[in-house]
Nanobody, 128 residues
Framework: QVQLVESGGGSVQAGGSLRLACAVSGNTYSYCLTWFRQGPGKEREGVASLYSEGGTQYYADSVKGRFTVSLDNSENTSYLRMNALKSADSAMYYC??????????????????????WGQGTQVTVST
């Protein structure tokens, strides 16, 4: 079991920055964590992903170069740093996790159904 709690959302003007946090508890070993977002009338979109034991981070093309995902293992907290925000980034942001066998690999960003554990979400609103 993995429990996830997001924080850090809010309102910001276009071009600004926000940092979201996802506190992870429960089984904190060998898991994939992905940040998803869902805007009004839109499908859920995976934006950034990482593996708890290290390796490459993955990003959606829409956020590449602007968003950075990280994991502080000492705090069991993932961060999503979002820079150069656009109105199109406005959405509810969720972190999701799935435990995997050691170094087996993580689901692709477009597979939210592979993640059984979800946080409650945090709203990001970008105004122009």
């Amino acid at each position: 079991q993995v429990q996830l709690v997001e924080s850090g959302g809010g309102s910001v003007q276009a071009g600004g920055s926000l940092r979201l946090a996802c506190a992870v508890s429960g089984n904190t070993y060998s898991y994939c964590l992905t940040w998803f977002r869902q805007g009004p009338g839109k499908e859920r979109e995976g934006v950034a992903s990482l593996y708890s034991e290290g390796g490459t981070q993955y990003y959606a093309d829409s956020v590449k170069g602007r968003f950075t995902v990280s994991l502080d293992n000492s705090e069991n907290t993932s961060y999503l740093r979002m820079n150069a925000l656009k109105s199109a980034d406005s959405a509810m942001y969720y972190c999701a996790a799935v435990t995997v066998e050691l170094f087996r690999g993580c689901p692709d960003l477009d597979q939210p159904n592979d993640y059984p554990y979800w946080g409650q979400g945090t709203q990001v609103t970008v105004s122009t």
